[in-house]
């Protein structure tokens, strides 16, 4: 299993090795390029054609090994992701067979990816960072693995009406805190582009946009819940991931204000 960039894939399909990989690369392709109705992140698309993504392709996400796939694609994408470009993202494609799409409703997927997220931070082989809080429901927690944090996205087959959420695979696109910190060098630029984004979901979504998206680090902003979004103006009163901290027993800090 490897990292692969956009490029490697068009240029020699034949490295995928399973049709359903290279037909999610190319409905991926297909949503980031699309002109006529362009997807609603703006650094998403800059990314994609930059050619800075790094993709990899996972197994049935309900097995039991594929958290320790994820872990290490995570992990090696992790030490390398500065050399990627400013912006980068780990697209990382689940096989979704047609019974998975058949059975799964928005709230199955919706534990699966907070599952997933929790086994995976199970085999993380670095200390939290102290900086971050371990509770989801302080305003400037986010996950994290590796030492990095990281903004989590997901997109399933199962959402209709939000369309900036709905994709043929079960999908991750995981973006550094890094990458996103370089929209906010300047207050003006960043304002401009946060305000385009939000009239590009306006015309890209079937259903008004989530009220759960708010700026990271805001009071009122909680990043668990902009991870999985519903596909109606719906939200989840507690977030899934604290669960593996009592699961685990292991004591969730009080996090001190700077």
């Keep these: 299993m490897q990292l692969l960039d956009g490029k490697q894939i068009e240029s020699v399909p034949c490295i995928l090795e399973k049709k359903w990989k290279y037909d999610a690369f190319k409905c991926f392709k297909e949503k980031l390029s699309d002109i006529n109705n362009p997807f609603p992140c703006i650094p998403a698309t800059i990314g994609f054609k930059l050619n800075h993504f790094r993709y990899v392709f996972l197994g049935d ?61 199970k085999l993380d082989e670095i200390e939290w960072p102290s900086h971050i809080p371990r509770d989801p429901e302080h305003h400037v927690w986010e996950y994290c693995f590796g030492g990095e944090q990281y903004f989590m996205y997901c997109a399933t087959p199962s959402h209709k009406k939000r369309r900036s959420r709905h ?32 009239n590009r979901i306006v015309n890209y979504d079937k259903v008004e946009i989530h009220p759960d998206l708010h700026l990271y680090g805001s009071e009122e902003n909680f990043e668990w819940k902009q991870y999985f979004l519903s596909d109606d103006l719906s939200s989840s009163s507690k977030c899934p991931f604290s669960f593996f901290h009592i699961s685990n027993n292991e004591k969730v800090p009080k996090h001190k204000e700077e």
């Design 61 to 121: 996400p309900r097995l039991k090994e594929t958290p320790a796939e994820l872990a290490g694609m995570l992990k090696k994408y992790g030490q390398k992701s500065k050399s990627f470009g400013h912006y980068t993202s780990l697209i990382a494609i689940f096989h979704t067979s047609k019974d998975l799409i058949r059975k799964y409703t928005i709230e199955d997927y919706r534990l699966l990816f907070w599952s997933l997220l929790s086994e995976v931070r």
């Design 167 to 198: 994709f043929p695979y079960f999908i991750f696109a995981i973006t550094p805190r890094w990458v996103l910190e370089q929209f906010n060098l300047t207050i003006e630029s960043a304002n401009k582009i946060r305000k385009n984004i939000r």
